[in-house]
């Protein structure tokens, strides 16, 4: 027998031996095609919930995640979050190694316990169960299982199957068992493009799904939750806290909010109540009212973060929040709205799924699974004002990307009902700089400089007058980062929260700016706002595309040419209009000046996956012309 044969019989017994002692985790049992653009792969994710009675639901959790590299450890997602209410009953982990044998074991004193509470004792029961485990190798992997039980069985938990990028599912399950009939409702998205198994009858509903490859994100594509199945599940007879419930769609739902959570926790001292009355007296107009006290609670209150899931939905009672002067979402906008009853404003509490993505509740399915933040409604006529009372910066009426622009839940006593938040138009989002600059014969210049933003431009933009110098420094020079040698010599900010207005007026300076090729001077005339974004080139694109919000901004330079240089080369005008946006630039010329206007114009719109290219390709238009140059020629 010859070398190669001996070698090649060590292998086949080496690997024949290693795959008999190996468990069912070991990495080389994975599909090659669950691997491709994978950071981890869920070999195992199996949710079992049990209504036993009205008021006692267990939940059975199992999820065995392989994670492949160090970018994977964020989809272990070894935790589980308990209260008064949500008692944890079994937790344990073991860790496996790439060829499934067993290297931790963590049983539950082991698991790290912890506040869920970033600060505060009104949520001192709020807490979180994590793993304490710390890779040093990969591949490795976690089986994690829970046993819970909890009174409250108004929130059922979703099916999400995919949760994130550049993670595989080798098996996903779902189910439900209705033993104290109380009335299963389902509703599903997203399922017609994937295999999924559904079963269910009055009494039980399952789902399962398996080997669904990574997905790799792509630029302007929807949220992800958007494109992938979702099963939204609820009952329609509960029990939340002591309180029986029923509720089959949204006016019924809002209505056990109102009666079961809220009545009965609006009160406050005596001593705020005439705080409240003294600052409001004199003031007719009732908007008026409202932000002198929208005001106060900014002034008077700190937010502080429960996390999702784990603060349950009531809000702590407004006399707590009134006596510490802290909370989270629903005890301030809760307590606020007490205040406002005391200045004879109405308002209405108001749930909402928060985030600077949008995510819009489904009008058509009722359940307390939807939403994630509160805010708070004002009726002014026909229309609403909105006021988010967590933040201690943002004006009176203006709610920006966080909760802009999607349905949420208004919940009004016998009259709860889906609307929709204030939205910000794509021409009403705008950014407006004006500059004038000097251009000096060495390529130098100076320039003095005013920006003004509105709308969502704003949202993004007035938090800067609150950074240090150094901070400020930083953030301009990567704002223009295309201009070497920056320096900002003075600046000065306006924030005008009744126009909801935010002006930067600057006075900056840069050296070589201009190129000086021998008796010309070659420079881009749009000094601040160089737009240079291209989207990345998909050769199968597999996503449609979404802007979830329009732009406009209108830049006016006007640039002082040094003495004895004229105007050789000027670019063209040029107007693009299309179904994306708009863009303009123009030139004007005398003497000694060259005054540069320029318009860009993105709209907020869903396409089509084979729009794409066509929206790349006026982004790079856009982002070439912005790059035009103007030649300068000494007389």
Known sequence: MNYKNIVGIILLLTTLNVMSQSGTYAVFEIPEELKKNANAVVRLSNLDIVIERKNKMTLTYTRVVTVLNERGNKFVEAYAGYDNQLKIRKIEAHVYDEYGEEIKKIKKRDFIDQSAVDGGTLYSDSRVLYMPYMPTTYPYTVFFTYEMETQNTAFIPSWRPITGYYVSTEKDSYTLKDLANLGIRYKTKNFEEYDIEVKNNDKSLAFNLSNIQAKKPEQLSPVLSKMTPHGMIAVNQFHYYGADGYASNWKEFGDWVFNALLKGRNTVSNATQDKITQLVKGIDNPLERAQKVYEYVQNNTRYISVQVGIGGVQPIP??????????????????????????????????????????????????????????????????????????????????????????????????????????????????????????????????????????????????????????????????????????????????????????????????????????????????????TFVPDRYRNRQFNMEIQRGYLDVDEFEIEIPENYVVEGLPEHVTINNKFGEYAIEFSVNESNIVYKRKLLIKKGEYSKEDYNLYRDFRRKVSKLDKSIIVLKSK
Request: negative net charge; charged residues 20%.
């Open 318 to 531: 407004a006399s707590e929040v009134d006596r510490l002067k802290y909370g989270d979402c629903k005890g301030l906008t809760n307590y606020t709205q007490a205040l406002l009853t005391v200045a004879n404003v109405p308002s209405y509490y108001s749930v909402v799924q928060a985030g600077d993505e949008i995510v819009d509740f489904d009008p058509e399915f009722a359940t307390l699974e939807q939403g994630n933040h509160i805010i708070l409604a004002i009726p002014n006529g026909d229309e609403l004002t909105w006021i988010d009372c967590t933040t201690q910066v943002h004006p009176f009426g203006f709610i920006g990307d966080f909760t802009d622009n999607r349905n949420v839940l208004l919940v009004k006593e016998g009259g709860s009902e889906i609307v929709k938040t204030t939205f910000y138009p794509d021409n009403q989002n705008t950014q407006n700089t004006n500059a004038k600059i000097k251009l000096e014969s060495n390529g130098n210049f100076s320039s003095d400089v005013e920006i003004n933003t509105q709308g969502i431009q704003y949202d993004s933009r007035f938090r800067i007058e609150s950074l240090s110098n150094k901070d400020l420094m930083s953030y301009y020079k990567n704002l223009w980062g295309s201009i070497n040698d920056l320096n900002v010599s003075s600046y000065k900010f306006s924030n005008d929260k009744d126009l909801v207005k935010f002006t930067e007026e600057l006075q900056v300076n840069a050296k070589g700016y201009a190129t000086i090729n021998n008796e010309s001077i070659i420079f881009s005339p749009n000094v601040f706002n160089k737009n």
